[in-house]
């Protein structure tokens, strides 16, 4: 059984895939994944009538996408993992639309092109098998979708099912760990050295 986790579109959303059965669940919500993704989990693997000790490969998406939710459903699912002793795989949203593109046109060279919330588009081109050529650059334009031997194709945003498929292939090139195109906004506050007092 494979499960796949996906958090990095704002929504909670999870699939469990048996060998004869897809048992799917998805939230959509801004904040509070961390009360509720286990929960999910849980009620899908009960309507599924397996215990999670079944499974034998956990897929994330890495992103990019919603901070807060990509940092809750990598820990879930890293701490799923270590309790299991099973792989984790860290797929993100570009080898994701990468991967079903050229399952489509196999042997065809693929470019993704993302826009982020920010509305900064990034790119990131495989060679036929898959491998990519580099990591996510900046490019200049708006976000293109997914280009197959130099034409426009269509990029639905990857299910969860399919980031646990991709999983149970050995996809996840990255580590279960989120994929950040650009620097948080967060800043440390300032500390100065303590005031001894006599």
Same mark, same amino acid.
């Given at each position: 059984?494979?499960?796949?986790?996906?958090?990095?579109?704002?929504?909670?959303?999870?699939?469990?895939?048996?060998?004869?059965?897809?048992?799917?669940?998805?939230?959509? =919500?801004?904040?509070?994944?961390?009360?509720?993704?286990?929960?999910?989990?849980?009620?899908?693997?009960?309507? =599924?009538?397996?215990?999670?000790?079944?499974?034998?490969?956990?897929?994330?998406?890495?992103?990019?996408?919603? $901070?807060?939710?990509?940092?809750?459903?990598?820990?879930?699912?890293?701490?799923?993992?270590?309790?299991?002793?099973?792989?984790?795989?860290?797929?993100?949203? $570009?080898?994701?639309?990468?991967?079903?593109?050229?399952?489509?046109?196999?042997?065809?060279?693929?470019?993704?092109?993302?826009?982020?919330?920010?509305?900064?588009? $990034?790119?990131?081109? $495989?060679?036929?098998?898959?491998?990519?050529?580099?990591?996510?650059?900046p490019a200049v334009g708006r976000?293109?979708?997914?280009?197959?031997?130099?034409?426009?194709?269509?990029?639905?945003?990857?299910?969860?099912?399919?980031?646990?498929?991709?999983?149970?292939?050995?996809?996840?090139?990255?580590?279960?760990?989120?994929?950040?195109?650009?620097?948080?906004?967060?800043?440390?506050?300032?500390?100065?050295?303590?005031?001894?007092?006599?």
């Amino acid at each position: 059984m494979l499960l796949g986790i996906d958090c990095s579109a704002g929504a909670a959303a999870i699939a469990l895939i048996g060998q004869s059965r897809i048992v799917e669940r998805q939230r959509d =919500m801004g904040r509070g994944h961390e009360g509720l993704l286990l929960g999910l989990i849980e009620d899908a693997a009960q309507e =599924m009538q397996r215990p999670l000790t079944d499974l034998s490969a956990i897929g994330v998406g890495t992103g990019p996408g919603s $901070f807060t939710g990509i940092r809750i459903s990598v820990a879930a699912s890293r701490g799923l993992g270590l309790a299991l002793g099973i792989p984790v795989a860290g797929i993100d949203r $570009f080898e994701a639309l990468a991967t079903t593109a050229q399952d489509g046109q196999p042997g065809a060279p693929v470019t993704v092109s993302l826009t982020t919330g920010r509305g900064a588009t $990034f790119s990131q081109s $495989f060679e036929p098998g898959g491998t990519a050529v580099a990591p996510p650059q900046p490019a200049v334009g708006r976000d293109l979708g997914v280009i197959v031997n130099g034409r426009l194709a269509e990029h639905p945003t990857p299910s969860a099912a399919l980031i646990a498929r991709l999983a149970g292939r050995g996809c996840g090139t990255r580590p279960a760990a989120p994929l950040y195109l650009a620097p948080p906004d967060a800043v440390l506050p300032e500390t100065q050295a303590p005031v001894l007092l006599d």
